[in-house]
Nanobody, 127 residues
Framework: QAQLKETGGGLVQSGGSLRLSCAAS????????IGWFRQAPGKEREGVSCINRSDGSTYYADSVKGRFTISRDPVKNTVYLQMNSLKPEDTAVYYC????????????????????WGQGTQVTVSS
């Protein structure tokens, strides 16, 4: 099973940008789709974005569409989430998750579709 580790979180002002990284190690061939989720205090985990290793196709939640961009570097086994025009409501712990079978499409991401998870990184957007 692949191990995933997120980095890049931090504190940023509203309107600012951050880039999160999700580095995969171990059995990286076990990962086809990488998804980004976030969870704010008292709220359910929300699927934000997803990318497929096979064809690079992507998915974005409506709440981040046009502001966030997911990309991948297959040589580094790393997936990035570029977050621009950040808002206070983007404040959450961000997790990356991987799965060998899932295929990102236009359907809402569900945490139960992913088998491997990172430990999370905090993103705080001040107003």
């Amino acid at each position: 099973q692949a191990q995933l580790k997120e980095t890049g979180g931090g504190l940023v002002q509203s309107g600012g940008s951050l880039r999160l990284s999700c580095a995969a190690s171990g059995s990286t061939l076990d990962v086809h789709a990488i998804g980004w989720f976030r969870q704010a205090p008292g709220k359910e985990r929300e699927g934000v974005s997803c990318i497929n290793r096979s064809d690079g196709s992507t998915y974005y939640a409506d709440s981040v569409k046009g502001r966030f961009t997911i990309s991948r570097d297959p040589v580094k086994n790393t997936v990035y989430l570029q977050m621009n025009s950040l808002k206070p409501e983007d404040t959450a712990v961000y997790y990356c998750a991987g799965d060998p079978d899932y295929y990102c499409s236009d359907y809402e991401l569900k945490a139960t579709d992913f088998g491997s998870w990172g430990q999370g990184t905090q993103v705080t957007v001040s107003s």
